[in-house]
């Protein structure tokens, strides 16, 4: 399992993040100077709600090369302040 929480500390890295794990947001990404080089390919992806803190969280699964399945929870939060980042990942092995 691995969590990462960018915390404000790094804003290039929670926009590159945002833009990475939430397809509609990478141009946005790509406009403050963070390009998406390696977009990521779900094969499963729910974006819960339209609005308010649901629109901001989603649930994702990725294959890796080696088979592995990577399940999550992601959540971003931007303000005057600027933005955050939150992960959190199980890796799965592939079945045998």
């Keep these: 399992m691995k969590y990462s ?3 404000g500390s790094c804003q290039g890295c929670a926009i590159s993040s945002i833009g990475t794990y939430f397809p509609d ?3 946005w990404a790509n406009k403050q100077g963070f ?3 390696e977009p990521l390919s779900f094969t499963e992806w729910n974006q819960p709600g339209t609005a308010g803190q649901d629109v901001k969280t989603a649930t994702l ?5 080696k088979g592995y399945n990577n399940k999550g929870v992601i959540y971003y939060h931007e303000d005057t302040e600027g933005h955050l ?3 959190y990942v199980s890796h799965r092995s592939p079945l045998l």
């Design 25 to 27: 947001r990478a141009e």
């Design 85 to 87: 980042f939150r992960k």
């Design 5 to 7: 929480d960018t915390a």
């Design 61 to 65: 699964t990725t294959v890796t090369k």
């Design 35 to 37: 390009t998406v080089f």
